[in-house]
C-alpha cells in the first residue's frame, strides 16, 4: 500500500482550514511589531523542519509545491475576513495573510514528514526472498502455507498495522486469503507474475484523514476538560481513598490499544491493594459469557468509595491522560487487556483497528448489562463500520445520560 503523501496532507486544509484559520486570524493583535514577531516565529520552525531533510527529499515530497497551496488558502481566508470586517486595517489584514501562509505550510510540512517517518509495522506472506520496502518496519515473514493457529498466535502479542501478500498465480492462497479476511487488517495481494491482478483486502471501514483529524480536535479539547475536573476529583477523594484503601490513588494496567499497540490505561483506583492476584478467586462469579472480559456484581475488592466511583465513572476521568496522549479517544472500543488479547479468535481482532475509547456503542447500550462478548463485538463493528463524527457526539451525549442513571454500572 503506497502512502500518497499529498493526498494525506490535504486531509485538513481544504474547506476545513478556511473556518479553522478565519477564526484564529481573529485572534491576532492589531500590531505590525507582534505580527512581524509571529512571522518571524513561524519562518524559523519551518527552517527546522525541513533542515533535516534532504534537497532532493524536499522536491521530490512537494514541500516547495506546498507554498503555492499555503498562499491560495490564505488567500481564501483573508477575502473572507475582508468580505465581513469591512473596516479592518489591511496592513493588519495583509500581515494576518503572510502570517496564515506559514501556519497552514508549517502544518502542511509537518504532516507530510511525520507520515513519512512513521514506520508501518508490516508482516510478510511470501515463500522467496524478503522484498525490500521503504519506511516499512517488517517485524515478521510468514510462508503461504502458514496455519491459522500460529498467525493468530503471532497477531495476539505484536502490532500489526499492515499484511502484503507475495504469490503466483498456480499458488493456492484460498485459505489464507480467508484468514486476512476474518483479521480485518489492510492486505495487498502482490502477483509477482502477473501484476495487473494485483489488489487489495479492505473489509472493514477505516477513517478517512479528514474523520481522523476532527476525531482527533475533538479528542483533544474534551480531553484538557476532562484532566481539569480529574485533578479536582482527585483532591476531593485522595483522603477518603487513603482512609478506605491505603494505596496509590491511581490506578494503571497495561492494556492493548489500536492494531494490538501496548499502552498503560490509568484510572482512579475503586479496589483494594493486590486486587488483580484475586481475580482467578472469582472467576466462576464472571457475569461475561466469556474468557475475553471480567465483570462481576457486588466485587468483594472494591471500597464504598470506590463502589460510588464506578457507578458513577468518575474512576474513568484519568483516561483522559492515555486520550491526550494519543493511546485512545474519547469514542472508540474498549480496550482488552493483555490476557484478554491473547486469547482472542481471529475475527475478534477487527475491533481494534481503530483507539480504543472511554465511552463507546457498548456503554451506551446497557454496560455490564450485556452480559456476551458477542454482543460486544457486534457492538463495535456496528460503530467502526457506520463511523460519523455525529456519531461521536451522539454516543458522549447518550453517555452523560447513561452516567446520570447509573445504568448497567457495577
Known sequence: MQI????????????????????????????????TV?????TLITITILFFQEYKDVI?????????NSVVLSLKTTAITAIIYRNIDYQILFGTMIILSCIIYTSRTTVKICIQKTPLHHVIFCDNELPDKDNIHIIKQFSLSENSDTIRKFISRNTIDYISI????NDNIDGLLNIVRELGIWTDVIVQDDTAN???????????????????TMDICLSLIGLVLATIVAVIIYPFVQKQAKGPLIFKQQRVGQNGKKFTLYKFRSMCMN?????????????????????????PRVF????WLRKTSLDELPQFLNVLKGEMSVVGTRPPTVDEYKKYPLHYFKRLHIKPGITGMWQISGRSDIDNFNDVIALDLQYINHYRFLLDIKIILKTIWVVLRQKGSY
Open 304 to 307: 464504598p468509595l470506590g463502589n
Open 166 to 169: 507475495y504469490t503466483y498465480k
Open 38 to 42: 509571529q512571522f518571524i516565529i513561524f
Open 60 to 68: 521530490s515530497s512537494g514541500y516547495l509545491i506546498e507554498i503555492k
Open 198 to 216: 494485483n489488489f487489495s483486502i479492505n473489509n472493514i471501514h477505516r477513517l478517512n484523514m479528514r474523520q481522523i483529524v476532527m476525531k482527533r
Open 275 to 299: 486486587a488483580e492476584l484475586q481475580q482467578n478467586e472469582l472467576v466462576s462469579q464472571n457475569t461475561i459469557q466469556s474468557d475475553f472480559m471480567f465483570k462481576i456484581k457486588d466485587d
Open 4 to 35: 500518497n503523501h499529498k493526498q494525506e496532507a490535504n486531509f485538513f486544509f481544504n474547506d476545513f482550514i478556511i473556518i479553522q484559520s478565519f477564526l484564529f486570524a481573529l485572534l491576532f493583535s492589531q500590531s505590525i511589531k507582534i505580527l
